[in-house]
């Protein structure tokens, strides 16, 4: 059986079941001025990723394996956007707040784009969530269910928050994941770091760990 090298163990790849998905790469968190920044974090972390984020991407879709993305964003009523969310961790501009790259975290607002570099191109699925994990409220198990989809890689940020979240509903819900270490970042390095050990701890009890040039190594012969 094929298999992407990992840690705690090989991941035992499926090519026709499998996709990468990349979570909320996006320029609120990744950019000054945006919902990352507001709330007192150094931003410029996130950027360093989008090289490696791009090379997972290109592979996937030079293999003719999907790609999804997702965007943490909310109606520009804010009628999915819990006030316990909204209120949290008094940041200098809330979700919804007009900011220097428009509303923060609403659908449509540049600065909830996607990074440009890491744009989603035409048939790739892209998944609007008002939640940190990416199965609350959204269509995600539907659309996995429907392309045959039971293995996921993960990209994206932050790799303790939105990752990590949608990692563990995903575990839940019977889908193998496989972290790709150099294209996950957190605001904190000491949390990605944790959250790596803890994912692939206890026989891989949320899932595997990987690096970059391992999976696309592997995703070449599928
Ligand atoms: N604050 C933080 O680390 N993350 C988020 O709010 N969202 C995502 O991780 N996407």
Redesign the pocket.
Known sequence: MAAIKAEPFAFPVKYDQLALIV??M?RD?AEPGG??AS?G?DVSRIGRIVPDVRRLIQGFRYAGLPVIH?M?CHRPDLSDLPPAKRNR?NPVLRIGDEGPMGRILIRGEPGTAILPELAPINGEVIIEKPG?GAFYATGLGEILQQKGIKQLVFA????????Q?TMREANDRGYECLLAEEATE???PE?KAATIAMIRAQGAIVGWTAHVDDILESITHA
């Open positions: 979570i909320d996006q968190f919902f990352g709330l974090n997702t943490e961790g940190k994206g940020v932050t790799t303790e928050v939105c990752v979240t957190s605001y904190f949390f």
